[in-house]
């Protein structure tokens, strides 16, 4: 099936750095991902979507300057957290639409998660 | 808009046991529904999906669920419970296709006793 791939899986950071998480799709070309944040024992929380060669669309009460989306290739969204802050600390997960097939193969237009990135901030 | 209400924020069962995990949605349009399982410090995996077509939807590892618009749920069951079955488990609503943005339950933790 289909893998969407996170990097980094685990990053510790100092206050006042810039994290960034790559998001990738693997065999298949999404226009579109997804970025969510996940507090511990708690649900998704969809932060903003991604589309390619375009602004990201960033959800109500999401500094768009706080979390920078870059989606510059189909198979690849950046999430940077600027100046990041202890309370920044959380497990980020993004989500790409298999939106158009690649080698032959017709989108199925699925939606496939990557593993997560878990983000501490010291 | 569309919103999901997972009853139960931990559920528990002997191996072997019934499971059922309980989601009530809501949404202005017809749904897409979604159970999700998660284990610790990954990613989500899709267990099953309605779609519009049959109400009762089977999906991966034994477990099935059904859409019932008169009760506007979509309970997740599976037979018989297995230790590997321990997770978390979401369910998610979206108003247009299976790519379209999700919004997620408050998730239920599945503990398996044996």
């Known amino acids: 099936g289909a893998v969407v791939s996170q990097h980094p899986s685990w990053v510790i950071c100092k206050s006042g750095t810039s994290v960034k998480i790559e998001c990738r799709s693997l065999?298949?070309?999404?226009?579109?991902m997804f970025w969510y944040r996940q507090f511990p024992k708690q649900s998704l929380m969809l932060m903003a979507t991604?589309?390619?060669?375009?602004?990201?669309?960033?959800e109500q009460g999401v500094e768009k300057d706080k979390f920078l989306i870059n989606h510059a290739s189909l198979t690849l969204s950046t999430l940077t957290v600027t100046s990041a802050h202890p309370e920044d600390s959380s497990f980020y997960i993004c989500s790409a639409r298999d939106s158009t097939g690649t080698s032959g193969r017709v989108s199925t237009g699925e939606l496939f998660f990557g593993e997560g990135s878990r983000l501490t901030v010291l | 808009a569309q919103s999901v209400t997972q009853l139960g924020s931990h559920v528990s069962v002997s191996e072997g046991a019934l499971v059922l995990l309980r989601c009530n949605y809501s949404?202005?349009?017809?749904?897409?529904l979604f159970w999700y399982v998660q284990y610790p410090n990954q990613g989500l995996q899709l267990l099953l999906k309605y779609t519009s077509a049959a109400t009762l939807v089977k999906g991966i590892n034994g477990f099935e669920a059904e859409f019932k618009k008169s009760e506007t749920s979509f309970h997740l069951t599976k037979p018989s419970a297995h230790m590997s079955d321990a997770a978390e488990y979401f369910c998610?609503?979206?108003?247009?296709?299976?790519?379209?943005?999700?919004?997620f339950g408050e998730g239920t933790q599945l503990t398996v006793n044996p």
């Open positions: 991604s589309n390619e060669g375009s602004k990201a669309t960033y």
């Open positions: 949404s202005s349009v017809p749904p897409y």
């Open positions: 998610a609503v979206s108003a247009l296709t299976s790519g379209s943005r999700l919004t």
């Open positions: 065999d298949f070309q999404a226009t579109t």
